[in-house]
């Protein structure tokens, strides 16, 4: 078998989740040619500079980092953030050395089951600018992406407040409390304030400046752990530090500090997930590499190796540091050097007085260290540092969901400025967030709220790994292997429940700010495609669907209308596809078939289903669009009626609406139309025909586009294209309006070239444009009323109705006569109009008992309605005036030519051999109608079909609408051989008159 080789490589080889939704051509030639996603991804931080952005043009080549300087670096001033000099001796303190090991641990499980899904779905394809966003978007599609993205954003805005918290907070530890400006609180604050405007500057002036501060910040960093190391060898220089709690290496006090030991502290009574939530910002930095995702030179391979290998030597110098924090340090020292010779430094804990120790002080990472001021400086550069990534990440993450459109009046912050695309925008309302978070709490206040957060962020991640393995579409294929579908759901879940345990009602607050974006960016439904694994999931379960109902045995209950209309382009017949969404309302398949005489390109077809699909979402019509090209009539029809849908899910009705033009139009068109009927009825399924007053055509709805790409392929005058050739009167309407257009442009045009010199010949134009735009006027006012009058018309069936529905159920035929009737009265526009019933009576001497047993079969069938009547002379001559009608209506056919011509003239001996037949069914049941039903608003009815004669078929549901001649609109139902809710069939028509 021949394979086209590009084809293949553009569908089953393209990025699963990582692209953007662009056109086919251009998505191929892009898969075709890496190198074109390359520069893409090299242009503002891997997304597109689009002209409306207003982007200036780069001047110079942006920058790009290895996994060294991009991402590991990143990563471990991240995590290496405050916690580690301010808070982790107080989480010993409270937890004791075993606990505070399984807390980290604890953390570092988490973080290392997200950092294995992050690597599985960043090795799956193009990862560009947005990072955590980018990938969940991509992965679970638009609804998680734009609702953890917000939230993303937001975690890191506030974490970014949180790190510079944490450096006044060191800060005002080396200033005396006789120099406070204000006082202790608010000093903090001012000179927090102070560090968010130096840190903001400095991003503000490129990454290229923030990668180099970054490195400075690190070395000094790692000489401060390394200093605290040296310290804990040295042990304590002077009684003043053996007072204050450091006491060197001692298995006593490792002893006494192994166990846990929670307090009350500030306000609240902790315990290990309190504590935990407290420590759980230190590990929250995984993502600092991959929120820069656009800035990195290979994403792919950077980030699985930095962030991985960031986890690991954070996850040992955080268990180094709590151990030898655990035994050099007591839990409580007074600092009373007195205490030393008596070794009773802790008897403080007594009368609550103690101020040193690990419970009672943050400065015990300087007071173990070898030189005290380097303690200092790493403290400030871990907490700049981890400021500087958050204040990059949140402006990066939020202007990648701008970008993407999904929440509305975001559209400002989109923009980006410079060769790198700079979210300049992004900084400054992360400049507010942070001041606002600043002013407002300490540390143990912040980190709960950011814990919950970044815990929601790492659940989705870890969910989008295991549903993208459970879905297992072909795109699906990382390159990185180390990760397992049942670890990431675990990873999910731990990150859920800590939520909980860490604050239940901060948890629940979160979550239901993720319902809320969420059904705000599913509301809103953006136009993007970006092959989620929501889109894979959802094709498996619907495939899965249709295969489980096709094992199911079909019962008269589970009975669905499921209508093949054959609409053309569903603008086209507003009205007949409204008519039929009513009896299907999303609860059951229509389908709208479309048969074209000639034969369409690919891209016409597409086109033409592109534009179907639209017409129907924006009339809220919950059906599918079908084309049959290079087909007559009869031959597409047919084709739609075999082989339209699968399984379980295929249609069992064909509607189709009336041909009006049956007496003029060409024999071999009717004989093709009637045979559709046959066609449907051959194949078990039952048939519907509407008619309505003035035609079903409208082009009011269509465009001059479409209309155009709809022309060539439509039939010519007299021809059969679908189902109903729009009428004369219609096509007169569209070129009388043309014609109108074509006029005003040229007086327009006619009136505004030259001047005359001639006063005389001026007037005489002058009275001549008068003329002219006086017919112009007359013509336009005369168009806008044929369009109001058609607008109103197509709105038939959606407007609320007045009136009843009558049912003339004239013969058992499989029930639908009853049900679909019964349906109609159920929906909004028609649930004003009751049901009124009219039946024969088998025995006209027994009305009232037959009246009496069939009220009780509707009863039995939960059939309500407002009148039920019996017909007893149905079977007397009809009038002479129905019969005059009907010959005159079937008067062209007859002949009595010994010529068949394929049974398309009606034979004169024929006719009078189902004569009797013809007037019992075609006349007296018209007139006994036209005389009960004088104000119905739609009536249903059996529909008359004969196999051969097509005349007499046309001609008998032609009489239905014209009675008291005129035209009413018309559905006729013929039997089905599924028994449903009750046993009839049936044909419409509202609001007509009954003849004289």
């Not at 953007?20 to 075709?32: A, F, S, V």
């Not at 009368?351 to 007071?367: E, K, P």
């Not at 199911?552 to 017949?573: A, D």
């Not at 000639?598 to 179907?612: D, K, N, Y």
């Amino acid at each position: 078998m021949g394979l086209n080789r590009a084809k293949f490589h553009s569908s089953a080889f393209s990025s699963f989740g990582m692209m953007r939704g662009k056109d086919t051509d251009e998505q191929t030639e892009i898969n075709e040619n890496p190198k074109i996603i390359h520069s893409e991804d090299r242009i503002g931080h891997g997304q597109t500079l689009e002209k409306d952005q207003g982007a200036p043009a780069m001047s110079s080549p942006n920058v790009k980092f290895g996994w060294i300087k991009g991402v590991l670096m990143r990563c471990l001033l991240n995590i290496w953030g405050v916690m580690l000099f301010l808070r982790l001796s107080w989480v010993v303190g409270q937890a004791g050395v075993a606990q505070a090991s399984l807390l980290i641990v604890t953390t570092s499980v988490v973080t290392t089951i997200t950092a294995l899904s992050m690597s599985a779905i960043s090795t799956n394809g193009v990862i560009k600018g947005g990072g955590t966003y980018y990938m969940i978007s991509r992965s679970l599609g638009p609804e998680f992406g734009g609702s953890i993205g917000l939230i993303f954003s937001m975690a890191n805005a506030v974490a970014c407040a949180m790190y510079v918290v944490g450096f006044g907070e060191s800060l005002i530890t080396l200033i005396p409390e006789s120099a406070y400006m204000v006082s202790k609180s608010w000093d903090q604050a001012i000179y927090g304030c102070i560090t968010i405007v130096l840190l903001t500057g400095i991003v503000i002036v490129g990454l290229e400046w923030e990668a180099k501060a970054q490195i400075v910040l690190l070395v000094i960093l790692l000489a401060a752990i390394a200093d605290f190391c040296i310290g804990t060898i040295i042990g304590p220089k002077s009684d003043v530090e053996v007072a204050q709690g450091f006491v060197g290496y001692n298995m006593t006090v490792l002893k006494a500090n192994l166990g846990p030991d929670y307090r009350y502290f500030e306000g609240v009574e902790h315990n290990f997930f309190s504590v935990f939530a407290i420590f759980f910002p230190a590990a929250t930095g995984i993502l600092a590499g991959a929120n820069i995702s656009g800035d990195l030179k290979d994403p792919q391979k950077s980030i699985p190796k930095g962030t991985l290998l960031a986890i690991l030597l954070t996850t040992i110098s955080y268990l180094v540091i709590a151990l030898l924090a655990g035994c050099t340090v007591l839990r409580d020292a007074s600092g009373d050097v007195a205490d030393v010779v008596t070794w009773t430094m802790d008897r403080c804990r007594d009368n609550g007085s103690c101020a040193y120790g690990l419970h009672h002080s943050n400065d015990v990472i300087r007071l173990v260290s070898g030189f005290g001021p380097l303690i200092y400086g790493g403290c400030f550069a871990a907490t700049l540092s981890s400021a500087l990534a958050s204040l990059v990440s949140a402006p990066k993450v939020f202007q990648a969901l701008c970008q993407d459109k999904l929440y509305p009046c975001l559209d400002f912050f989109a923009k980006g400025y410079g060769a790198n695309n700079e979210p300049v925008r992004g900084y400054a309302l992360t400049f507010v967030i942070a001041i606002s978070f600043i002013l407002m709490g300490g540390l143990n206040q912040i980190a709960p709220l950011i814990s919950n957060f970044f815990l929601a962020a790492y659940a989705l991640i870890n969910f989008a790994t295991f549903h993208a393995s459970l879905a297992r579409p072909v795109g699906w294929r990382p390159t990185f292997r180390l990760y397992n579908m049942w670890l990431s759901l675990l990873g999910a879940l731990v990150c859920v429940a800590i939520m909980f345990v860490v604050s239940w009602a901060t948890a629940l607050l979160t979550l239901a700010g993720l319902l809320a974006l969420y059904l705000l960016v599913s509301y809103r439904g953006p136009d993007v495609n970006w092959g989620s694994t929501t889109q894979a999931q959802m094709y498996k379960s619907a495939l899965a669907g249709v295969q489980q109902l096709n094992r199911v045995t079909e019962h008269v209950k589970n009975y669905r209308p499921q209508i093949l209309v054959l609409t053309g382009f569903p603008g086209e017949r507003p009205m007949l596809t409204d008519f039929a969404y009513l009896l299907t309302k999303g609860l059951s398949l229509m389908l709208c078939g479309h048969i074209m005489q000639s034969a369409v390109s690919h891209r016409t077809r597409e086109a033409l289903a592109s534009r179907a699909t639209q017409w129907l979402a924006r009339r809220r019509v919950k059906a599918f669009y079908t084309i049959v090209d290079d087909a007559r009539f009869k031959d597409g029809a047919s084709a739609l009626i075999q082989a339209s849908g699968i399984g379980k899910l295929k249609p069992n009705i064909l509607m189709m609406g009336f041909k009006e033009d049956w007496q003029t139009c060409d024999r071999s068109e009717l004989a093709d139309y009637v045979d559709v009927m046959h066609k449907a009825l051959d194949m078990h399924m039952a048939l519907a025909i509407l008619r309505v007053e003035g035609g079903l055509c409208s082009d009011e709805a269509l465009d001059d586009d479409l209309q155009a790409c709809l022309r060539p392929a439509a039939p010519a005058s007299g021809s059969m294209g679908d189902s109903i050739k729009p009428s004369k009167s219609t096509e007169s309407l569209n070129s009388q309006s043309r014609d109108s257009s074509l006029s005003d442009v040229s007086v327009l045009s006619g009136d505004l070239n030259g001047v005359s010199p001639d006063p005389g010949a001026t007037r005489t134009r002058k009275n001549k444009g008068s003329r002219r735009l006086g017919e112009v006027v007359r013509r336009l006012g005369a168009a806008r009323a044929r369009r109001v009058s058609s607008l109103t018309s197509v709105e038939r069936f959606t407007r609320r109705r007045a009136g009843t529905v009558d049912v003339w159920w004239l013969y058992d035929d499989g029930g639908l006569t009853l049900l679909l009737p019964y349906i109609l009265s159920t929906r909004r526009a028609w649930a004003s109009c009751p049901l009124r019933v009219f039946t024969l009576a088998n025995r006209h001497t027994e009305l009232e008992i037959e009246e009496r047993n069939m009220a009780s079969l509707l009863s039995k069938f939960r059939i309500d309605y407002s009148a039920l009547t019996m017909i007893s002379d149905v079977n007397k001559k009809p009038k002479d005036s129905t019969l005059a009608y009907f010959d005159n209506l079937i008067a062209p056919f007859m002949s009595t030519d010994d010529t068949n011509d394929n049974n398309l003239l009606l034979l004169l001996q024929p006719f009078i051999h189902q004569e009797e037949r013809t007037t019992t069914i075609v006349g007296g049941t018209w007139d006994v109608s036209a005389s009960e039903a004088s104000n119905s608003n739609m009536a249903w009815l059996n529909l008359v079909i004969v196999r051969v004669h097509q005349p007499v078929s046309v001609g008998s549901i032609h009489n239905i609408g014209v009675l008291g001649k005129r035209e009413i609109e018309s559905c006729c139902r013929r039997r089905e051989n599924v028994t449903v809710a009750t046993r009839a069939m049936g044909v419409a028509y509202p609001e007509w008159k009954p003849c004289g």
